[in-house]
């Protein structure tokens, strides 16, 4: 299951696309962008908003063959970019913005055990925007930036039960794009500091998110980040710096 834009690129009109085997893809037209999809093991839930950046989340029970949209409360949270599930929990953790719904302000984060229903959970100050959130089944660890600024200045926080997140220190990197837990560590990428499509960074930790070291990495900007099989993936643009030139990078000892 992936979930993005409709062909018009706006956030009033989206697409859930599924797949039996990753070459054909069937669309689902939604009503409000969905950003993220996280699956429990019987149901999924897609997240994201409209143009206004009121909150949705897309359920479904069958698979991804039918879905339920079910708006949430602007008292809860904005847009929501990241969902992931937390299994020990039995909650969905989704991040994004807070009620104020915009880009950069104060971030924000719910949780729910369906998808339907949402909490909203204790935040840090002086975070702006969550963009991704996971976990290694007993930390969850959610990266973005801070309410100061957008490109140059990344925000980590951690949560051991979704509710109640602490930021952590980190002044290496800009904004933070995408955040994995494999090989006994987290690992972040995003943009350095010089907050520029042709510096990126990637940074990792050993020791819960408390403690990050800069991996060099001679790439632009990098927007996601997947593990397995003790290999890692990421994706974004080369040190050209611009949307016409992109690249894959892979490392096997981050």
Known sequence: VAVGFDIDGADQT????TSTDG????????????????WNGSRLVA????????????????GGTTWTRNAIPTTVVGGLLSVEWRADLGLFVAGGMSTLRAYGTTCGIATSPDG??????????????????????????AVGYTS????????????????TWARKTFTGGGVLNSVVNANGQWVVCG???????????I?????????????????GALFGMAAA????????HTTAGNSTQGAIFTSSSI
């Not at 989206?14 to 696309?17: A, L, Q």
């Not at 070459?23 to 999809?37: C, E």
């Not at 909203?120 to 290694?136: E, M, S």
């Open 14 to 17: 989206g697409k859930i696309m």
């Open 191 to 201: 943009k350095t500091t010089a907050g520029t499509l042709a510096a990126g960074g």
């Open 229 to 236: 099989n003790n290999l890692f993936v990421t994706v974004g």
């Open 47 to 62: 997240v994201g908003y409209d143009t206004s950046f009121v909150a949705y989340a897309w359920v479904s029970t069958n």
């Open 116 to 141: 339907v229903t949402w909490t909203a959970a204790t935040v840090p100050a002086g975070v702006g925007t969550i963009l991704d959130i996971d976990t290694n089944g007993s930390l969850l660890v």
């Open 148 to 163: 100061a600024g957008v490109e140059t200045a990344g925000a980590i926080c951690t949560s051991s039960d979704g509710k």
């Open 23 to 38: 070459l054909t893809w069937s669309a689902i037209a939604t009503t409000g962008a969905p950003k993220d999809v996280a």
């Open 203 to 219: 940074w990792t930790s050993a020791d819960s998110g408390t403690t990050w070291v800069n991996r060099p990495i001679a790439a």
